[in-house]
């Protein structure tokens, strides 16, 4: 199956993501996903999710995060999702804006993902409360949309949702279908 990236070039998906195509493409949120956090008022946000590869072992992504009400920018994400060969083990590589850098690892069922922090580091000023622990779980629906839900845990705090969101495809890799 050919696949192409966003930068017009083809190239042959690597067989060790295969199991993780479904995820390619760009996904925009259907209705605004509801968020929450410590230090600010519970929010609405509307996002769109890149997942794309150059045919290397990983998945590039990018997420983009918007106000709902006031389309102000917000949080955004960049990063790699990697798969160990002949497992059904996935880690995501990210690095926010807000200067939280994380690995995530966990593993894919079926059409589902669900990962935890494995490893934080943050830049030297950013904002408290300090996130501990991540876990996120995207599983892809029978309805055909991604559902996206994300728990964080502050300093000393326990595992609470931070964000819940569903996602419909807006569109495919360029050049092909899944």
Not at 81 to 101: D, H, Y
Not at 134 to 148: A, N, T, W, Y
Not at 153 to 163: C, D, N, S, T, V
């Amino acid at each position: 199956m050919t696949h192409t990236c966003p930068f017009h070039q083809s190239a042959e998906m690597n067989p060790a993501l295969m199991p993780l195509d479904w995820l390619l493409g760009v996904w925009e949120s259907d209705e605004p996903g509801e968020g929450s956090f410590p230090s600010i008022p519970p929010f609405r946000y509307n996002e769109t999710l890149h997942f794309s590869h150059v045919g290397q072992p990983v998945i590039n992504f990018m997420f983009n995060a918007f106000n709902a009400e006031n389309k102000k920018p917000m949080h955004r994400e960049c990063g790699f999702i990697r798969m160990q060969p002949g497992t059904n083990r996935v880690a995501f590589i990210i690095a926010q804006n807000s200067g939280l850098v994380e690995v995530e690892e966990g593993l894919l069922t079926g059409q589902q993902l669900t990962l935890h922090t494995h490893a934080l580091a943050r830049t030297s000023f950013a904002k408290e409360p300090h996130v501990q622990q991540i876990s996120r779980v995207f599983q892809l629906r029978p309805d055909g949309k991604l559902e996206q839900t994300v728990s964080m845990a502050m300093e000393g705090g326990p595992l609470i949702q931070h964000l819940h969101i569903t996602y419909c495809r807006s569109a495919l890799p360029q050049g092909g279908t899944i």
